[in-house]
């Protein structure tokens, strides 16, 4: 029985799960926590990932792997040296200090350009605008890169000593096309300007299929990960595109993901251009593609209402269950942790309709509804884009666990609602990666072998006005 290991390095913590390369039984987990990073000046040391995978490795107590995966948080800035080494801290997704960065490139290349040569428009989050960042604040840095690579890029390299990456991963650095399977290193040129050691192609980690070995593991790595032989490595790839391969998800699927920020992105068979930048153009694992909407705005919104009320969360949920659809007119725009992307970090959110009877159901469920609604609109932006969004509507995150969360999505969307089984769907999706490696196989081939999506099926209650709510959100939004 050949075992595989999908690891999960994000923003919190790094989590693996080793299971059967055959048929996806679960058969061993381990986590290790990161340091703590927020914006503006969002940043971690690398180091501190190696050493979360080698304590969560430790903590799995796994001793005997065929095949490993890394999937990391996407479009982070690793920048490092010829030898490998970091230059200095990587600048995380949600690091803002690049925002006048992303204004500048955009205004001066103009964002139809940039959505067609890359897929997406770029904001502060994406890796090109922290590069531009670097060359401007840190120049001996810049001038001493000797490989851009993203934060799975950085593990899978300390693991195999190969530079390397894969097209999901990389359509979000904002300077490889999806569309066009390529680097598209004259958008470097005009976005952050020319490097002084040479051409960016030289600078560039080689992109990888879905299926290739990146390699082995280094001739000591294994005993030093306390494993007995030398997995043979994926390509990894980004967090995003590895919960779609743990999920398993087919063309015109669709996932809402409450978390800390809130996302609804599809799997999609042709490219998206979006030129409002409201969807960003990622690729998938697979071969397919990832059309993507991302809000800040995710479970931290109840969280907060549900401390302003003096309740914990499920109270809250329960309060919002036990008000009227539409909260009485009460309406939330839930800009509460800034706006739709990084560059409107200063974004503050509105309630309105409030009158002097509005009750604590209300307001609770005017919060689950601001988000959900929220949400809604990016899935009517991936409409709008093109994609088909026919499929399955799968729920994942923390909001997955909320029955207000679950109940209110259905009765807003007017749709069946898959609450995912689960909650490590990136480690998961890692370790479909994984084993399609080992096996020599395509991943989505390997995720239906598994039977990834299971979950618990919530319907639309009937009565629900859902185009009035949403009309109202709409206005209040602006």
Not at 238 to 258: E, F, K, P, Q
Not at 290 to 310: E, I, K, S, W, Y
Not at 331 to 351: F, I, K, M, Q, S
Request: net charge negative.
């Amino acid at each position: 029985m050949p075992l595989v290991m999908g690891v999960d390095s994000s923003t919190q913590s790094t989590k693996v799960e080793v299971r059967d390369a055959d048929d996806g039984r679960l058969l061993a987990e381990g986590r290790a926590a990161h340091p703590a990073a927020m914006p503006p000046r969002s940043e971690q040391d690398p180091g501190a990932w190696w050493d979360a995978l080698v304590n969560a490795i430790r903590a799995s107590g796994a001793r005997d792997i065929a095949a490993m995966s890394v999937a990391g948080q996407q479009h982070g800035l690793v920048a490092v040296d010829e030898a490998g080494t970091p230059l200095r801290p990587a600048k995380l997704w949600n690091d803002t200090e690049s925002a006048p960065q992303a204004a500048s490139m955009v205004a001066r290349i103009g964002a139809e350009r940039w959505a067609r040569a890359t897929g997406s428009v770029p904001v502060a989050s994406f890796t090109v605008t922290k590069l531009a960042w670097l060359a401007e604040h840190e120049p001996a840095a810049f001038r001493s890169i000797g490989t851009v690579m993203l934060p799975h890029d950085y593990l899978t390299f300390r693991l195999t000593g190969r530079r390397v990456t894969d097209r999901g991963d990389a359509s979000g650095t904002g300077y490889w096309s999806p569309a066009e399977e390529r680097w598209r290193t004259d958008v470097l040129d005009a976005a952050v300007g020319a490097h002084p050691r040479g051409p960016w192609t030289d600078l560039l980690p080689e992109v990888l299929g879905p299926s290739d070995a990146s390699d082995w593991t280094g001739a000591s790595m294994h005993e030093f990960l306390g494993l007995r032989g030398r997995p043979l490595c994926g390509p990894g790839t980004g967090d995003n595109m590895a919960a779609a391969l743990g999920l398993g998800l087919r063309t015109g699927d669709v996932v809402v993901s409450i978390g800390t920020s809130g996302t609804v992105y599809a799997a999609s068979a042709t490219p998206t251009f979006d030129a409002t930048g409201a969807v960003a153009g990622f690729a998938d694992a697979t071969g397919r593609f990832l059309p993507l909407v991302c809000t800040l705005n995710g479970a931290p919104v109840t969280d907060t209402f549900a401390r302003m009320l003096g309740v914990d969360h499920d109270t809250l949920a329960q309060l919002a269950l036990d008000a009227e659809p539409g909260a009485g007119g009460i309406v939330l725009v839930p800009y509460l942790h800034g706006e739709r992307t990084p560059n409107r970090p200063d974004a503050t959110g509105t309630v309105t309709g409030i009158r002097g009877d509005a009750t604590r159901d209300q307001l609770a469920r005017a919060a689950f509804e601001g988000v959900v609604c929220g949400l809604l609109d990016g899935l009517d932006a991936l409409r709008a884009a093109g994609v088909a969004t026919d499929g399955r509507l799968y729920l994942v995150g923390g909001g997955a666990r909320s029955v207000a969360y679950r109940q209110i999505l259905a009765d807003l969307a007017g749709r069946e609602v898959t609450a995912a089984d689960g909650q490590e769907h990136v480690a998961t999706g890692a370790a479909v990666q994984a084993a399609a490696v080992l096996h020599n196989a395509p991943p989505d081939q390997v995720a239906a072998a598994w039977n990834l999506g299971s979950g618990t099926l919530v319907w639309p209650r009937p009565g629900v006005d859902r185009a009035a709510i949403r009309a109202n959100y709409a206005k209040a939004r602006g």
